[in-house]
């Protein structure tokens, strides 16, 4: 995938990511979107390591991937930022 289809990806995985874990962060939009973009190569990153495949153009599966890590990214900064 190209750069500004990763950054779309990540947009809307950061979204998902915020609506399943609400609440005030520190950051704004901007960093809803970077948290998304890393999430999602975080996650890729973790599955393929795992064995569960790898993220793979836009497919539900790489979906799942990008906003499993998207969320622990976002948790990960909360938590940090606290």
Request: hydrophobic share 60%; proline share 2%.
């Amino acid at each position: 995938m190209g750069i500004l289809s990763w950054v779309i990806f990540g947009l809307i995985a950061g979204v998902i990511a915020k609506l399943i874990l609400p609440g005030k962060d520190p950051g704004g939009f901007i960093i809803t979107i970077l948290l998304g973009v890393a999430g999602a190569l975080v996650g890729g990153f973790i599955a393929s390591a795992l064995g569960f495949g790898s993220v793979s153009g836009f497919n539900i599966w790489s979906f799942i991937i990008a906003i499993l890590g998207s969320i622990l990214l976002l948790w990960i900064y909360r938590v940090i930022k606290k």
